[in-house]
C-alpha cells in the first residue's frame, strides 16, 4: 500500500474516532468544558504513555524538538477547549464543519511560515471555504456569534498544530507527540479543573472516558496520516466526520442544521474536493 493510501485510511479512521469523540462530549451535557477538556487529554495521556513505553522511547521527545513539541501542544490545546465550547453550544454538524476549516488554514500557515508555494487553485479554494464559513454563522454580531467563532477559531489553533506536525516530520514518533501534548494540557489544566471542580454522575464519567478513548483514536491517527502525506493531498477525506456528525446531530440530538447551513457545508466540501482533484492532477502531471 502507497504512503498516500495509508494516509488516506488514517484519517478514514481519525474522522471517526473525532464524531465519536463529540458526540460524547455533548452527552456529557453540564460539564465545564475546561473540565471535559482535561478528562480528554488524561486519558490520551494514559493511552500514549503505554505506548511510549513499550516501544521504549523518550517520554518527552528529543532535546532539538522541544520547541516545536511545545508549540505543537500550546496550540492544540486551545484548538481543544475552543472546539469543546463549540460543541456544547450549537448544531453538532456546525461545530465540526466550523472545526473543519484546519485544513484550509493550515495551507495559509505553511505558505507564510514554512515558505510552501501556494499554487492559484488553492487560493481560491480557501476563499470558497471561507466564504461557506459565513453560511453556516450567519453573522447577526450579538451574543449568539461568540460560539461560532470559538468554531472558527479552533480551527486556526489546530491549522497551527498541524502546521507544526509538518515541520516535526518523522523526527519524533507519533505516540511521543500525543503523549506531549496530552501530558501538557493535563498539567496545565488540572489546577484549575481541581479549584473549579463540578461533581458528575456515574453516566458522565463513561461518557467523558469515552471521549478521551475516541479523542486519542482520532489523534492517533490524524498525526500518523501527515507523516504518510501533505495536508493538501489527503485532507479531504477528513470530511467524513461531517457525515458522522450529520447523522448523530439527527439520531441522537434531535439537531437538524438549517438550509444557510447545509449550503456552507456545501461550499466548504466542494472547495476541498476541488482542492484535492486539483493536486491529484498536478501529482500526475510531476510523475509523468
Same mark, same amino acid.
Given at each position: 500500500?502507497?504512503?498516500?493510501? #495509508?494516509?488516506?485510511?488514517?484519517?478514514?479512521?481519525?474522522?471517526?474516532?473525532?464524531?465519536?469523540?463529540?458526540?460524547?462530549?455533548?452527552? !456529557?451535557?453540564?460539564?465545564?468544558?475546561?473540565? #471535559?477538556?482535561?478528562?480528554?487529554?488524561? *486519558?490520551?495521556?494514559?493511552?500514549?504513555?503505554?505506548?511510549?513505553?513499550? /516501544?521504549?522511547?523518550?517520554?518527552?521527545?528529543? #532535546?532539538?524538538?522541544? #520547541? /516545536?513539541?511545545?508549540?505543537? !501542544?500550546?496550540?492544540?490545546?486551545?484548538?481543544?477547549?475552543?472546539?469543546?465550547?463549540?460543541?456544547? /453550544?450549537? *448544531?453538532?454538524?456546525?461545530?465540526?464543519?466550523?472545526?473543519?476549516?484546519?485544513?484550509?488554514?493550515?495551507?495559509?500557515?505553511?505558505?507564510?511560515?514554512?515558505?510552501?508555494? *501556494?499554487?492559484?487553485?488553492?487560493?481560491?479554494?480557501?476563499?470558497?471555504?471561507?466564504?461557506?464559513?459565513?453560511?453556516?454563522?450567519?453573522?447577526?454580531?450579538?451574543?449568539?456569534?461568540?460560539?461560532?467563532?470559538?468554531?472558527?477559531?479552533?480551527?486556526?489553533?489546530?491549522?497551527?498544530?498541524?502546521?507544526?506536525?509538518? *515541520?516535526?516530520?518523522?523526527?519524533?514518533?507519533?505516540?511521543?507527540?500525543?503523549?506531549?501534548?496530552?501530558?501538557?494540557?493535563?498539567?496545565?489544566?488540572?489546577?484549575?479543573?481541581?479549584?473549579?471542580?463540578?461533581?458528575?454522575?456515574?453516566?458522565?464519567?463513561?461518557?467523558?472516558?469515552?471521549?478521551?478513548?475516541?479523542?486519542?483514536?482520532?489523534?492517533?491517527?490524524?498525526?500518523?496520516?501527515?507523516?504518510?502525506?501533505?495536508?493538501?493531498?489527503? !485532507?479531504?477525506?477528513?470530511?467524513?466526520?461531517?457525515?458522522?456528525?450529520?447523522?448523530?446531530?439527527?439520531?441522537?440530538?434531535?439537531?437538524?442544521?438549517?438550509?444557510?447551513?447545509?449550503?456552507?457545508?456545501?461550499?466548504?466540501?466542494?472547495?476541498?474536493?476541488?482542492?484535492?482533484?486539483?493536486?491529484?492532477?498536478?501529482?500526475?502531471?510531476?510523475?509523468?
Amino acid at each position: 500500500m502507497s504512503d498516500r493510501n #495509508k494516509g488516506i485510511l488514517l484519517l478514514l479512521l481519525s474522522a471517526l474516532g473525532f464524531s465519536l469523540m463529540a458526540v460524547f462530549v455533548k452527552l !456529557s451535557g453540564e460539564v465545564p468544558t475546561i473540565q #471535559k477538556t482535561l478528562f480528554r487529554n488524561a *486519558v490520551s495521556m494514559v493511552i500514549a504513555f503505554g505506548f511510549v513505553v513499550y /516501544h521504549k522511547e523518550r517520554l518527552l521527545g528529543k #532535546k532539538e524538538n522541544q #520547541k /516545536h513539541l511545545l508549540l505543537r !501542544s500550546a496550540l492544540g490545546m486551545m484548538g481543544v477547549l475552543l472546539n469543546y465550547y463549540a460543541i456544547d /453550544h450549537l *448544531v453538532l454538524s456546525d461545530a465540526d464543519m466550523l472545526n473543519k476549516m484546519s485544513p484550509f488554514i493550515t495551507i495559509i500557515f505553511a505558505a507564510v511560515f514554512l515558505k510552501e508555494y *501556494v499554487l492559484r487553485f488553492q487560493v481560491v479554494s480557501v476563499i470558497i471555504a471561507f466564504l461557506g464559513t459565513l453560511f453556516i454563522i450567519k453573522p447577526v454580531f450579538d451574543l449568539d456569534m461568540i460560539p461560532y467563532i470559538a468554531g472558527i477559531l479552533s480551527a486556526v489553533f489546530a491549522g497551527g498544530a498541524y502546521t507544526v506536525l509538518r *515541520v516535526l516530520g518523522n523526527k519524533e514518533q507519533f505516540y511521543t507527540v500525543v503523549f506531549y501534548f496530552s501530558a501538557f494540557s493535563t498539567v496545565i489544566l488540572l489546577p484549575i479543573v481541581l479549584f473549579f471542580y463540578q461533581p458528575m454522575t456515574m453516566q458522565q464519567w463513561i461518557y467523558l472516558l469515552a471521549a478521551g478513548v475516541f479523542a486519542t483514536v482520532g489523534q492517533f491517527g490524524i498525526t500518523v496520516a501527515y507523516k504518510f502525506a501533505p495536508a493538501k493531498e489527503i !485532507s479531504i477525506f477528513f470530511y467524513s466526520t461531517v457525515v458522522y456528525s450529520g447523522i448523530f446531530s439527527i439520531v441522537l440530538f434531535g439537531q437538524i442544521p438549517d438550509l444557510w447551513s447545509i449550503l456552507g457545508y456545501i461550499a466548504i466540501f466542494g472547495a476541498s474536493l476541488y482542492m484535492f482533484l486539483r493536486n491529484n492532477r498536478e501529482f500526475k502531471e510531476v510523475k509523468e
